[in-house]
C-alpha cells in the first residue's frame, strides 16, 4: 500500500464519524476475586467511515471507587 492509500485509510478510519453505533452481545463474567473481575463479550461496531465485529475480553480491577480496565484483548470473529 502507497503512504498516501494509507493516510487516507487511517484518516477514514480515526477521523470523527457522523454516527456510531455499537451491539454487545453474549456477555459472561467471571469472578477473579472480589477487586478483578474478567468479561467476554461479542461487540459489533459499526459507523458511516468503519464496521467490525470482535470477541473482547476485559480485565477490570477494582480501585480508588471505580472499575478500570487493565486489559483488553480484541480479535475478529
Known amino acids: 500500500m502507497k503512504m498516501s492509500a494509507w493516510?487516507?485509510?487511517?484518516h477514514q478510519r480515526?477521523?470523527?464519524p457522523a454516527f456510531i453505533k455499537i451491539d454487545?452481545?453474549?456477555?459472561?463474567?467471571?469472578?477473579i476475586s472480589?477487586?478483578?473481575?474478567q468479561v467476554d463479550f461479542i461487540q459489533k461496531y459499526?459507523?458511516?467511515t468503519y464496521s467490525?465485529?470482535?470477541r473482547k475480553t476485559l480485565d477490570l480491577q477494582w480501585?480508588?471507587?471505580s472499575w478500570g480496565i487493565v486489559k483488553e484483548v480484541s480479535?475478529?470473529?
Open 7 to 10: 493516510k487516507k485509510q487511517r
Open 14 to 16: 480515526i477521523g470523527k
Open 24 to 31: 454487545i452481545r453474549n456477555i459472561k463474567q467471571k469472578t
Open 34 to 37: 472480589a477487586y478483578h473481575v
Open 46 to 48: 459499526q459507523s458511516n
Open 52 to 54: 467490525d465485529k470482535v
Open 63 to 65: 480501585e480508588n471507587g
Open 75 to 77: 480479535g475478529k470473529i
